[in-house]
């Protein structure tokens, strides 16, 4: 800004699209004295699913005004709950830690663990926010890689054990999100791994067949955008994300280009 001081910036959060979550869904139970400090849940890849939430009409009208669950699936991962479009829970939360297990983050991890490194193990907040954010998830439970081509891959079981979890972890959130929307009409897939593994995908749709989704194992394979039977109860879809677009969107409505 120094340079072309005539330059606008404007800054595209990656919150915004979750600001009217239910107050439920923002609270974080601690005392209300942290409010003041902005503690509470925001969510993020909001602009991945800000995108989704505006294509689904177009790819997917028959699901676009219903309760739709996004799994933005790259090496950060997380859920989204929609109802007509909106957000109205996810499964990140004050930041980008919570939630599923990722690349290199554990997701939603009970803090006793934390006060345990910190007190009982004497790490360093610096060597417990390492941990957090670069060792954990598939790297830390493979030992191998963050990288899921690469797991899926391997034979070696710590490596299996951290696809197991992943998906594990992904099907028991999709059960608390359908929670949170009284049910599901549609499940959506996207990012690196949503978009492109077709055994992730199946093996969570199959571990959320429950919910009534039966997966089209052929259109799965070619990637869809529609992966579930025409008689599936609740649709499955691959949907490719677009942040850069969606930010794009952002600045050429802000700046009076669109
Ligand atoms: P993203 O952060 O959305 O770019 O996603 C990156 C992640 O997607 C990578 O770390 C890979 O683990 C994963 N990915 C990309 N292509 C594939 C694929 N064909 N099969 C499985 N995972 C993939």
């Known amino acids: 800004s120094r340079e072309y001081p005539q330059v606008p910036q404007v800054a595209c959060f990656d919150t915004a699209f979750h600001r009217d979550l239910p107050r439920v869904a923002k609270l974080l139970p601690i005392p209300r004295r942290y409010d003041a400090e902005g503690i509470q849940r925001y969510g993020f890849h909001g602009l991945s699913y800000e995108y989704i939430a505006s ?16 799994a933005h699936l790259g090496s950060g991962a997380s859920l989204c709950a929609l109802r007509s479009g909106k957000s109205i829970d996810s499964t990140f939360g004050f930041t980008a830690l919570d939630g599923l297990c990722m690349g290199t983050r554990p997701g939603a ?39 899921m081509r690469d797991l899926l891959k391997s034979s070696e079981p710590p490596a299996q054990l951290a696809v197991d979890y992943f998906v594990y972890r992904a099907a028991r959130e999709i059960g608390a999100l359908a929670a949170v929307l009284g049910g599901i009409d549609a499940l ?27 997966l089209d194992p052929e259109a799965n394979l070619s990637g869809g955008p529609r992966i579930s039977r025409q008689d599936s109860r609740v649709s499955a879809w691959v949907i490719p994300t677009n942040e850069e677009l969606m930010i794009a969107r952002h600045l050429s409505l802000l700046l009076g280009l669109g």
């Not at 177009?58 to 676009?64: D, L, Q, S, T």
């Not at 897939?189 to 989704?213: D, K, M, Q, V």
């Open 55 to 70: 294509v689904l009409p177009k790819v997917a009208p028959g699901i676009a005004g219903g309760r739709v669950i996004v």
């Open 109 to 147: 991890l009970d803090p006793g663990v934390i006060l345990y490194l910190l007190q009982t193990l004497r790490l360093s907040a610096s060597d417990v926010e390492t941990m957090l954010y670069k060792q954990s998830g598939l790297l830390g439970i493979s030992g191998l890689s963050n990288d």
């Open 188 to 214: 959506v897939f996207t990012a690196g791994i949503g978009e492109n593994s077709a055994e992730i995908r199946a093996r969570i749709s199959t571990a959320s067949a429950w919910l009534g989704i039966d």
